[in-house]
Protein backbone atom coordinates (compact mmCIF):
# COMPACT_ATOMS: atom_id res chain seq x y z
CA UNK A 1 0.00 0.00 0.00
CA UNK A 2 1.43 3.33 -0.63
CA UNK A 3 2.08 5.79 2.12
CA UNK A 4 0.05 8.45 2.58
CA UNK A 5 0.87 11.75 4.33
CA UNK A 6 -0.84 10.63 7.59
CA UNK A 7 2.19 7.80 7.56
CA UNK A 8 4.49 10.73 7.87
CA UNK A 9 3.16 11.73 11.42
CA UNK A 10 3.83 8.22 12.57
CA UNK A 11 5.59 7.52 15.57
CA UNK A 12 5.49 4.18 15.64
CA UNK A 13 7.91 2.45 17.46
CA UNK A 14 10.36 5.64 18.33
CA UNK A 15 10.89 6.93 22.20
CA UNK A 16 10.18 10.43 23.28
CA UNK A 17 11.88 12.16 25.75
CA UNK A 18 10.16 14.86 27.07
CA UNK A 19 11.52 17.32 29.98
CA UNK A 20 9.67 19.53 31.89
CA UNK A 21 6.79 16.55 31.55
CA UNK A 22 4.44 17.58 34.36
CA UNK A 23 4.10 21.45 33.04
CA UNK A 24 1.27 22.84 31.04
CA UNK A 25 2.60 22.18 27.52
CA UNK A 26 5.01 19.45 28.63
CA UNK A 27 1.57 17.14 29.49
CA UNK A 28 0.12 17.80 26.04
CA UNK A 29 3.58 17.19 24.11
CA UNK A 30 3.67 13.63 26.50
CA UNK A 31 0.11 12.80 25.21
CA UNK A 32 0.86 13.99 21.66
CA UNK A 33 3.81 11.86 21.50
CA UNK A 34 1.90 8.99 22.70
CA UNK A 35 -1.11 9.44 20.43
CA UNK A 36 1.22 9.34 17.56
CA UNK A 37 2.58 5.70 18.74
CA UNK A 38 6.08 6.69 20.32
CA UNK A 39 6.91 5.36 23.77
CA UNK A 40 7.48 8.61 26.43
CA UNK A 41 9.88 9.15 28.66
CA UNK A 42 8.28 11.75 31.00
CA UNK A 43 11.09 13.89 32.94
CA UNK A 44 10.50 16.54 35.75
CA UNK A 45 12.22 17.64 38.57
CA UNK A 46 9.19 16.88 40.36
CA UNK A 47 8.93 13.19 40.99
CA UNK A 48 4.84 12.33 42.15
CA UNK A 49 4.28 15.04 39.20
CA UNK A 50 5.63 12.60 36.65
CA UNK A 51 4.90 9.42 38.29
CA UNK A 52 1.18 10.91 37.90
CA UNK A 53 1.68 11.81 33.79
CA UNK A 54 3.29 8.59 32.83
CA UNK A 55 0.57 6.65 35.21
CA UNK A 56 -2.27 8.63 33.30
CA UNK A 57 -0.51 7.79 30.12
CA UNK A 58 -0.32 3.94 31.05
CA UNK A 59 -3.43 3.56 32.07
CA UNK A 60 -4.51 4.75 28.61
CA UNK A 61 -3.04 2.39 27.26
CA UNK A 62 -0.04 3.59 26.30
CA UNK A 63 3.73 3.04 26.82
CA UNK A 64 5.37 5.95 29.74
CA UNK A 65 8.31 5.88 32.41
CA UNK A 66 8.90 8.72 34.93
CA UNK A 67 12.37 9.60 35.25
CA UNK A 68 12.50 12.35 37.99
CA UNK A 69 15.72 14.53 36.80
CA UNK A 70 17.32 17.28 37.91
CA UNK A 71 18.14 19.04 34.58
CA UNK A 72 20.21 21.50 35.59
CA UNK A 73 22.64 18.56 36.98
CA UNK A 74 24.58 16.50 34.47
CA UNK A 75 24.72 13.11 36.06
CA UNK A 76 21.10 13.32 36.65
CA UNK A 77 20.60 13.64 33.16
CA UNK A 78 23.25 11.32 32.00
CA UNK A 79 21.24 8.65 34.69
CA UNK A 80 18.04 9.69 32.43
CA UNK A 81 19.47 8.92 29.21
CA UNK A 82 20.81 5.50 30.57
CA UNK A 83 17.10 4.86 32.16
CA UNK A 84 15.28 5.29 28.80
CA UNK A 85 17.84 3.42 26.85
CA UNK A 86 17.32 0.54 29.52
CA UNK A 87 13.71 0.65 29.33
CA UNK A 88 13.32 1.45 25.63
CA UNK A 89 16.24 0.34 23.77
CA UNK A 90 16.84 3.90 22.25
CA UNK A 91 16.28 7.73 22.04
CA UNK A 92 14.24 9.43 19.01
CA UNK A 93 12.54 12.66 20.10
CA UNK A 94 13.93 15.01 22.65
CA UNK A 95 11.71 17.72 23.75
CA UNK A 96 13.55 20.25 25.89
CA UNK A 97 10.09 22.12 27.72
CA UNK A 98 11.60 22.51 31.17
CA UNK A 99 12.45 26.05 32.30
CA UNK A 100 11.93 28.28 34.91
CA UNK A 101 9.28 30.84 33.91
CA UNK A 102 7.84 33.07 36.88
CA UNK A 103 4.31 32.88 38.28
CA UNK A 104 3.79 35.80 40.12
CA UNK A 105 2.90 35.63 44.01
CA UNK A 106 0.10 38.23 45.09
CA UNK A 107 1.67 37.40 48.73
CA UNK A 108 4.99 38.39 47.46
CA UNK A 109 4.03 41.61 45.36
CA UNK A 110 2.38 42.71 48.59
CA UNK A 111 5.19 42.61 50.27
CA UNK A 112 7.71 44.22 48.13
CA UNK A 113 8.19 48.29 47.54
CA UNK A 114 9.50 48.00 44.24
CA UNK A 115 7.79 45.86 41.33
CA UNK A 116 8.76 42.40 40.94
CA UNK A 117 11.34 41.51 38.65
CA UNK A 118 12.37 45.14 38.58
CA UNK A 119 15.74 44.80 36.27
CA UNK A 120 17.89 47.51 38.80
CA UNK A 121 17.70 45.18 41.84
CA UNK A 122 16.93 41.86 39.85
CA UNK A 123 19.18 39.00 42.24
CA UNK A 124 22.04 37.50 40.75
CA UNK A 125 20.97 33.82 42.51
CA UNK A 126 17.39 34.15 40.99
CA UNK A 127 20.05 35.01 37.16
CA UNK A 128 21.90 32.84 38.07
CA UNK A 129 19.29 29.75 38.67
CA UNK A 130 17.61 30.39 35.66
CA UNK A 131 20.77 30.23 33.49
CA UNK A 132 21.34 27.03 34.77
CA UNK A 133 17.96 25.32 33.98
CA UNK A 134 16.51 27.26 30.98
CA UNK A 135 19.93 26.85 28.87
CA UNK A 136 22.47 24.76 31.00
CA UNK A 137 20.08 22.21 31.36
CA UNK A 138 19.24 22.08 27.65
CA UNK A 139 22.51 21.81 26.86
CA UNK A 140 23.01 18.86 29.27
CA UNK A 141 19.91 17.11 27.66
CA UNK A 142 21.34 17.55 23.90
CA UNK A 143 25.01 16.82 24.54
CA UNK A 144 22.91 13.24 26.49
CA UNK A 145 20.40 12.58 23.63
CA UNK A 146 22.14 13.21 21.03
CA UNK A 147 24.56 10.55 21.43
CA UNK A 148 22.41 7.31 20.93
CA UNK A 149 20.75 9.27 18.47
CA UNK A 150 24.14 9.44 16.31
CA UNK A 151 24.17 5.73 16.60
CA UNK A 152 20.81 4.92 15.47
CA UNK A 153 21.92 7.87 12.71
CA UNK A 154 18.37 9.68 13.19
CA UNK A 155 17.03 11.71 15.89
CA UNK A 156 14.99 14.87 16.28
CA UNK A 157 15.37 17.46 18.82
CA UNK A 158 12.79 20.45 20.05
CA UNK A 159 13.93 23.30 22.07
CA UNK A 160 11.05 25.39 23.49
CA UNK A 161 11.55 29.23 22.85
CA UNK A 162 9.44 31.91 23.69
CA UNK A 163 8.01 35.34 21.23
CA UNK A 164 9.52 36.80 24.13
CA UNK A 165 12.88 35.25 23.10
CA UNK A 166 12.09 36.72 19.80
CA UNK A 167 11.73 40.41 21.25
CA UNK A 168 11.72 41.80 24.25
CA UNK A 169 8.25 41.40 26.94
CA UNK A 170 5.37 43.69 26.46
CA UNK A 171 5.98 44.71 30.30
CA UNK A 172 2.80 46.85 30.01
CA UNK A 173 0.86 43.46 30.34
CA UNK A 174 2.17 43.09 33.69
CA UNK A 175 0.28 46.74 34.97
CA UNK A 176 -2.79 47.38 37.33
CA UNK A 177 -4.11 50.40 37.73
CA UNK A 178 -1.94 52.24 35.67
CA UNK A 179 0.54 51.08 37.72
CA UNK A 180 3.45 48.78 37.30
CA UNK A 181 3.20 45.95 39.50
CA UNK A 182 5.64 43.21 38.24
CA UNK A 183 7.99 42.83 35.34
CA UNK A 184 8.85 39.65 33.30
CA UNK A 185 12.00 39.58 34.43
CA UNK A 186 15.51 39.81 32.45
CA UNK A 187 16.45 36.35 32.71
CA UNK A 188 13.32 34.90 30.66
CA UNK A 189 13.71 37.00 27.20
CA UNK A 190 17.55 36.29 27.58
CA UNK A 191 17.42 32.54 28.02
CA UNK A 192 14.75 32.20 25.17
CA UNK A 193 16.59 33.60 23.05
CA UNK A 194 19.97 31.60 24.12
CA UNK A 195 17.48 28.58 22.92
CA UNK A 196 17.54 29.66 19.32
CA UNK A 197 20.93 30.40 19.60
CA UNK A 198 21.83 26.69 20.92
CA UNK A 199 19.19 25.52 18.01
CA UNK A 200 21.02 26.98 15.11
CA UNK A 201 24.30 26.10 16.69
CA UNK A 202 23.57 22.62 16.91
CA UNK A 203 21.76 22.06 13.39
CA UNK A 204 25.01 23.38 11.93
CA UNK A 205 27.22 21.21 14.32
CA UNK A 206 25.14 17.99 13.06
CA UNK A 207 25.36 18.73 9.52
CA UNK A 208 25.87 15.84 7.23
CA UNK A 209 24.13 13.76 9.74
CA UNK A 210 20.08 12.89 10.39
CA UNK A 211 20.23 14.49 13.39
CA UNK A 212 17.67 17.54 13.03
CA UNK A 213 17.44 20.16 15.37
CA UNK A 214 14.25 23.11 15.29
CA UNK A 215 12.92 24.82 17.58
CA UNK A 216 9.16 25.94 18.78
CA UNK A 217 8.08 28.99 19.92
CA UNK A 218 4.72 29.68 21.58
CA UNK A 219 2.83 32.45 22.10
CA UNK A 220 0.95 33.44 25.34
CA UNK A 221 -0.98 30.00 26.28
CA UNK A 222 -3.83 30.59 28.58
CA UNK A 223 -3.55 29.28 32.30
CA UNK A 224 -5.80 30.76 34.52
CA UNK A 225 -4.64 34.34 34.17
CA UNK A 226 -6.79 36.51 35.39
CA UNK A 227 -9.45 39.02 32.99
CA UNK A 228 -7.14 41.91 33.20
CA UNK A 229 -4.27 40.13 31.48
CA UNK A 230 -6.02 37.80 28.88
CA UNK A 231 -7.71 41.51 27.86
CA UNK A 232 -4.57 43.18 27.23
CA UNK A 233 -2.54 39.91 25.81
CA UNK A 234 -5.69 39.26 23.36
CA UNK A 235 -5.37 43.10 21.76
CA UNK A 236 -2.04 42.51 21.07
CA UNK A 237 -2.58 39.07 18.73
CA UNK A 238 -4.14 39.03 15.30
CA UNK A 239 -6.33 36.72 16.44
CA UNK A 240 -7.76 38.30 19.52
CA UNK A 241 -7.04 35.77 22.15
CA UNK A 242 -4.61 33.88 24.17
CA UNK A 243 -3.56 30.41 22.79
CA UNK A 244 -5.35 27.17 24.20
CA UNK A 245 -2.61 24.59 25.86
CA UNK A 246 -3.87 22.25 22.76
CA UNK A 247 -2.86 24.64 19.75
CA UNK A 248 0.83 23.70 20.32
CA UNK A 249 0.92 20.22 19.55
CA UNK A 250 0.49 19.69 16.06
CA UNK A 251 3.67 22.04 15.41
CA UNK A 252 5.12 19.58 17.68
CA UNK A 253 4.38 16.15 15.91
CA UNK A 254 5.30 18.00 13.12
CA UNK A 255 8.86 19.08 13.95
CA UNK A 256 9.02 15.49 16.22
CA UNK A 257 7.87 13.39 12.85
CA UNK A 258 9.49 12.48 9.48
CA UNK A 259 6.40 15.25 8.39
CA UNK A 260 9.56 18.00 9.22
CA UNK A 261 12.28 15.58 7.87
CA UNK A 262 13.48 18.32 5.37
CA UNK A 263 13.88 20.89 8.34
CA UNK A 264 16.69 21.86 10.99
CA UNK A 265 17.52 24.96 12.46
CA UNK A 266 14.56 26.56 11.95
CA UNK A 267 11.82 27.65 14.27
CA UNK A 268 8.28 27.20 14.13
CA UNK A 269 6.08 29.88 15.93
CA UNK A 270 2.63 29.44 16.89
CA UNK A 271 1.72 33.02 18.61
CA UNK A 272 -1.83 33.89 16.93
CA UNK A 273 0.42 36.67 15.33
CA UNK A 274 1.87 38.25 17.61
CA UNK A 275 4.60 39.18 15.84
CA UNK A 276 2.85 39.57 12.60
CA UNK A 277 2.42 43.28 13.61
Known amino acids: MTATIFDQFDLTGRVGVVTGAAG ?8 TLAEAGAS ?6 NA ?26 KESVNRMVAATLEAFGRLDIL ?13 ALAARTTPLGAFEDYPLD ?4 ALDVNLTGMFLCCQAAVRPMLEQQKGSIINICSTYGLGGPDQRLYQRNGQQTMFKPVYYSVTKAGVLGLTKYLAT ?3 GTNLRVNALTPGGVFNNHDETFVQAYSTRTVMGRMADKSEMNGAL ?3 ASDASSYMTGSNVVVDGGWTAW
Do not use: H, I, M
Not at 95 to 107: C, E, G, T, W, Y
Not at 126 to 129: D, P, S, V
Open 253 to 255: LFL
Open 40 to 45: VVVVDL
Open 205 to 207: YYA
Open 95 to 107: VNSAALDPKFDPA
Open 48 to 73: AAALAVAEALNQAGYAALAVPTNVAD
Open 126 to 129: AWQA
Open 24 to 31: LLGKEFCR
